[in-house]
């Protein structure tokens, strides 16, 4: 019971950082220690069927969890104590880095390495800064067929970059113009679901299914892919990983708006980031990759 529990608050974690700008859920998933292990449930999926449901299901349980409970009081954090909330999630990354260092074969690391560390960290500072400013998000839209294959679409490149460490794909939803109105209808749900006012849930889950639809095809895609590097070229896709990891902090901080912050508010900054480090070390502690056997 108490692995089920860890399992299903990761996955809280996991779902939580997918609804945040800036914050990505596979470097959640690096962080905690059990990236490799849903990548490998993903990808053998059909194979091991029910040996990878039994180590999906709690994480799918928590990723619900925490985007439907989660997402106004995230939101609140972000709209009214921006660098509290930011300094958490870079205490969760990097409390949690011990796991994918562990992964680097220190011998085995060339120039080459380095270079990919180098290309995939600019590319996440590259992201920040792009997303620097006040980007035009349309609150909702209006559906029709063409719209719902677009979010079927939006779904797919929002998933590869959710499970890719370091890609935030809320910061791709904003940069593309949609994160307003894929978040408000998550809200919405959520509210309807909580006060049973289902009567609202058909324009915003018109628009969710296809976004669920294209974000299943998404990920099984990109978890191909990062399964067949892993095991094709190790170091350079942890080097790669790494890079994309380390950079997330610098990012956050980058579209993270310091006017006005006081004392106060570093000191309680210094908390959030000392308790989000010490949540992530707690769980890549526990978590050892969930065994599937």
Known sequence: MKNLLNQILRGAVIGVANIIPGVSGGTMMVSMGIYDTLIHCITHLFKEFWKSIKTLLPYAIGMLIGILALASLITWGLENYLLP???LFIGLILG???PLVKKIDKKKVTDSCAVVFVLFFALIIWLGAKNRGTIA?????DMNFGRLLLMVVLGMIASAT?????????????????????????KTVGHGLVHFEFSSLGQPLLMLLP???GI??????????IEWLTHKYP?????????????????LLMQTDMHGVGLGLVLISVVTFAAGFLVAWLLAK????DALA
């Open 96 to 98: 949690g880095l011990g």
């Open 85 to 87: 909330t930011n300094t």
């Open 162 to 186: 959710m499970i890719i460490p370091g890609v935030s794909g809320s910061l791709v939803l904003m940069l593309l113009g949609y994160y307003k109105a894929v978040t408000g209808a998550l």
């Open 137 to 141: 998000n349309a609150d909702t839209i």
């Open 286 to 289: 526990n978590s050892k990759e």
């Open 211 to 213: 976004f669920a639809v």
């Open 216 to 225: 299943v095809l998404g990920i099984f895609g990109v978890a191909k892919l």
């Open 235 to 251: 170091t350079h896709t942890y080097c790669g990983v790494m890079g994309l990891v380390v950079a997330s902090p610098i990012s």
